[in-house]
């Protein structure tokens, strides 16, 4: 079977932008008396911002206490201190391996697809200039978010392909979650046991292992 395309996350798998979330959700959430830890934060990754600060609140027994436009007001302060970290981005700041595999794609004529739960992909990616070597940027409005599978759906879908023949590449359980639910190929960047635990395919602990001929034989495809 052939591949048709390979659908990235981009926090935590193009960039090291999973780190920057947890930084600016920590810092929120210790200024509202809440403490969270890295092991609490694997809950995180991948989940939406309004969903992400909704398991901040629940952990911290503070759920009732903020009406929603204070929850809007927390996430805004959290994201602008987020998008405050992002100004030093440049290219050098893609992960190893990253732009070699999207342009052993480019090569192959395989679509490559960002499907992030983030708003400020776009950015992101401006900033890594990669965003040229994209097919199709999924936009995460309006949509259901990870762990259900519509991100990636909506990726394959825009550019025809056919699920069973895409491979997801993800950091978070959530994300692994997303892509089985929608009948592709996962492979895990990370800490092999929770990802594998999330139905991961195969794991890898770091971007530099990927290639798309390993992914290929990997995956039974050609
Ligand atoms: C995901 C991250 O990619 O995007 C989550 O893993 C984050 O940590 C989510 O909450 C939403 O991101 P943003 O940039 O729209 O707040
Ligand atoms: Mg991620």
Known sequence: MKLQTVLFDLDGVITDTAEYHYLAWKRMADQIGIEIDRDFNERLKGIGRMESL?????????????????????????????????????????????????????????????????????????????????????????????????????????????????????????????????????VGIGEHDLLQSAGANIVYNRTSQLNLSSLLEAALME
Not at 55 to 79: C, D, M, P, W, Y
Not at 118 to 140: G, M, R, T
Not at 164 to 185: L, P, T
Request: hydrophobic share 40%; aromatic share 6%; glycine share 6%.
């Open 54 to 186: 909704e398991r901040i609140l629940v952990h911290g027994k503070k759920a009732e206490e903020f009406t929603s436009e204070q929850r809007e007001q927390l996430a805004k302060s959290k994201n602008d201190h987020y998008v405050s970290l992002l100004i030093h981005l440049t290219p050098e700041h893609t992960y190893p391996g990253i732009k070699e595999l999207l342009d052993q794609l480019r090569e192959h004529e395989i679509p490559a697809v960002l499907a992030s739960a983030s708003k400020n992909a776009p950015q992101i990616l401006a900033s890594l200039q990669l965003a040229d070597k994209f097919q199709y940027i999924v936009s995460p409005d309006g949509i259901p978010g990870k762990p259900a599978p519509d991100i990636f759906l909506k990726g394959a879908e825009a550019v025809g392909a056919d699920p069973s023949y895409c491979i997801g590449i993800e950091d978070a359980q959530a994300g692994i979650e997303a892509i089985k639910a929608a009948g592709m190929y996962a």
